[in-house]
């Protein structure tokens, strides 16, 4: 199915089944136990061995000696397998550095051996037992140091620049100039990766814990020079992603090689340290925001300059983007510069781009709002633009940012905020008030679905899209009921198989409107052939197990009573994406008190209000946003990758050491969600949701904590020693 024209009325339209707060389907299974992850996959595999993977202790050099003999001959050890003895192994589309290290290394942890054991305990013990003697290089390691050398990003500069911001920011009567930064930061999420994996002569399967599966399919095939065909894998639950799990990592190539060299399947899980320093992490920023304004509040330039650090030929944070649509202003510029550096790589995670970026527009706003002596809601709605700053012919397809700011404000009680800093006293606790705005770009992908309707009524849909926990099985279910015209208990879901059709994945804001709006092709393509079988007219109706078209009326059952009816297709997108910028807006409210002796920062309330199409799924939805909500508040407060600038890696690098919010961090917190639909969207006309929840909400705190202690911090995380001596006067 082809989407290049708005959507007219549809079947989703009835809202009978889509829109409703339906329980998660796959809820039971996992409290229950009964939903398997990736090393939990007793089901496929019998007698699985283990492997433990051995992760340099050095940050950049090369491998002098390695010596497995005394690993190999410890107590049920099946192989072991290094650089030396793998055979080839290449690199993916989507990595930076190689999987398995040596003799070259290129960052701390990375994998230089697995050890292959009957038993986890003897594949670790054994493990301990490889001698690896390094040659180091000195490495640069410290984002501040290696700035003044960045350079444009590879595929050329990130910069944009429309009419004369230098010019327009001299002149302007009220200015700002300031830096911030925001530090290294991990996906931390509670299932490690892990992978369990199999040959069978040529042929590899993978049972993982991936987001993206037809990614990773085509990346393992490129590794190991074997056809695409030849490698299948499974996916069906994971244990939270967050950008982590989109591509490949070291856990599914070195089970891979171990399998390979033991003849056995081998299950990998990466060791917490490994998870941190091995895979994937949000890079640190140093940010310069430059805004000009007229008296009047009215933006006359602005100007977003960013750095990241990354391995060579590694990616950007853009953390820049949100700046060239969120608000007006006819001269702007922004730039992107990317550092490179020894670290670990870094790459997508939660919501890349905005999440740090507006960690720092936000307070800039904020700062610029007190500057021109306006409350901050109204200085962000003076601002709106209903078009593309930087094009003003294309208008956003929906923009109810406004709407947004004016709902928060009217519901969290705005008006009572003190504008004061440092004014307001609850007895030993300073109160704050603080908001930002929320933004987050809508993107859609191709996707793919087969549909199964049997004898008994019931549609088994079948998909590789994943299910990170943000219940993809409970709105695929529901498109499907809501499109053929049947119960939700009527639709069995199966995904993350790489046998199925490619979906959009897990990732980006994308997944949930991409992969419903393929699974509503799919069925709209059943639809068609139903209706064509029957002889009845194209606006047929389905409705209660039913096609029905005047008084000719049969059951679905019936139609697949010789054999099951089987339709798949895909949703491509057209070029709307272009003629209309597609976005979604949040207006992101918090209460904060700071204790006036110790400093410490409690959250009191918290509200999201969201825009972002039609909501497919109220109940998940809001479960969405309430997590990244308080992924929020720990990338304000707590989360902060601690670098050793001597060696290279991260000292942290566990969840002892790495902070993130428990439950006493957080109140509670209300979402509220604007009626929408986006018709320029897919067929769903929904959006994304679950990013835009987080984006935003650093700045709502930091701005709260300088509205409790007219203390402006700049520096992320807010920790207790970058404003305790300036807290006010206690006495």
């Known amino acids: 199915m082809k989407f290049d024209q708005p959507a007219g009325q549809n079947a989703i339209d009835q809202l009978k089944v889509v829109g409703k707060p339906i329980d998660r389907i796959d809820g039971p299974l996992k409290t229950t136990g009964q939903a398997l992850y990736a090393y939990e996959r007793h089901d496929v595999q019998a007698r699985p061995a283990y492997g433990y993977i051995l992760g340099s202790t050095i940050a950049k050099g090369r491998i002098r000696r390695l010596r497995t003999d005394r690993a190999r001959s410890a107590p049920g050890v099946l192989a072991v397998v290094t650089a030396e003895n793998a055979g080839t192994v290449g690199k993916g589309n989507f990595n930076t550095a190689k999987l398995l290290g040596g003799p070259e290394i290129q960052h701390y942890h990375q994998a230089v051996a697995v050890v292959v054991a009957e038993t986890f305990e003897q594949a670790r013990s054994a493990a301990q037992l490889v001698e690896v003697d390094y040659v180091k290089a000195k490495g640069a390691f410290d984002l501040a140091e290696a700035k003044a050398g960045a350079g444009d990003p590879k595929g050329g500069p990130e910069q944009s620049s429309t009419g004369d911001f230098a010019g327009a920011f001299a002149s302007a009567p009220v200015t700002l100039d300031e830096t911030y930064s925001t530090p290294d930061q991990s996906h931390a999420m509670m299932e490690p990766h892990a ?17 993206m599966i037809a990614w990773s399919k085509g990346d393992i095939a490129r590794t190991f020079g074997i056809p695409p065909e030849n490698v299948r894998l499974d996916s069906p639950y994971i244990g939270g992603g967050f950008g982590g799990k989109l591509f490949i990592r070291s856990d599914a190539v070195m089970a891979a090689l171990a399998s390979k060299a033991s003849g056995r399947p081998v299950k990998v899980a990466l060791q917490r340290p490994l998870v941190i320093n091995n895979t994937t992490h949000r890079p640190a920023t140093i940010q310069r925001i430059r805004i000009g304004a007229a008296r009047d509040g009215r933006i006359t330039a602005i100007g977003h300059e960013s750095w990241n650090g990354d391995l060579e030929g590694g990616s950007t944070e853009v953390a820049t983007q949100q700046t060239k649509l969120l608000y007006a202003g006819a001269n702007r510029m922004t730039s992107q510069k990317l550092a490179v550096l020894d670290l670990p790589e870094g790459n997508a995670m939660r919501a890349p781009g905005e999440a740090p970026g507006l960690m720092a527009l936000e307070i800039a706003m904020d700062e610029m709002a007190e500057k021109l002596n306006m409350d901050p809601v109204e200085f962000r709605v003076l601002n709106d633009t209903q078009v593309d700053p930087e094009k003003p012919e294309r208008p956003f397809s929906t923009r109810q940012f406004v709407a947004c700011l004016r709902t928060g404000a009217e519901r969290f ?29 809508n993107i859609v992908m191709k996707s793919g679905a087969r549909v199964r309707l049997d004898g008994q009524g019931v549609v088994t849909v079948e998909t590789d899209m994943t299910d990170i926990g943000t219940g993809t099985y409970t709105i695929i279910a529901q498109t499907a009921a809501e499109t053929l015209g049947i119960p939700v208990e009527r639709v069995v879901v199966k995904l993350g198989d790489s ?26 393509k059943l639809r068609e052939q139903i209706v064509q079988t029957l002889g009845y007219p194209a606006d047929a109706s389905f409705t209660g197990g039913r096609v029905r078209a005047g008084r000719r009326n049969v059951t679905l059952a019936s139609l697949a009573s010789n054999g099951p009816l089987v339709a798949e297709d895909f949703i491509e997108f057209g070029n709307l994406g272009e003629k209309f910028q597609q976005s979604t807006f949040a207006g992101h409210f918090v209460e904060v008190a700071v204790d006036s002796f110790t400093g410490e920062t409690r959250i009191r309330r918290m509200l999201a209000v969201c825009a972002a199409g039609r909501i497919l799924n109220p109940k998940t939805a809001r479960s969405q946003v309430i997590g990244a909500m308080t992924m929020g508040v720990g990338g304000a407060l707590m989360e902060e990758l601690a670098v050793d600038t001597r060696h290279g890696f991260f000292v942290n690098h566990d969840l002892a050491g790495y902070e993130v919010p428990v439950h006493a961090d957080i109140p509670h917190q209300d979402v509220i969600f604007l009626d929408e639909v986006d018709d320029k969207s897919s067929p769903m006309k929904a959006k994304g949701i679950g990013e835009l929840g987080l984006c935003g909400v650093g700045a709502a705190v930091a701005n709260a904590v300088y509205n409790a202690t007219g203390v402006r911090i700049r520096d992320y995380p807010l920790t207790l020693d970058k404003y305790l001596d300036r807290l006010p006067a206690i006495a």
């Open 499 to 524: 046998d199925f059709p490619a979906a959009a994945g897990s990732g980006g804001q994308w997944g949930a409107n991409s992969s419903t709006a393929g699974v509503y092709a799919a069925c709209m």
């Open 195 to 211: 992978t369990l994996a199999s040959w069978e002569g040529d042929k590899l399967t993978l049972w993982t814990s991936n987001q």
């Open 413 to 441: 009680g705005w008006s009572r905020r003190n504008p004061t800093p440092a004014s307001v006293r609850d007895g030993r606790w300073l109160i704050g008030l603080g908001m930002a705005a929320g933004f987050r770009n």
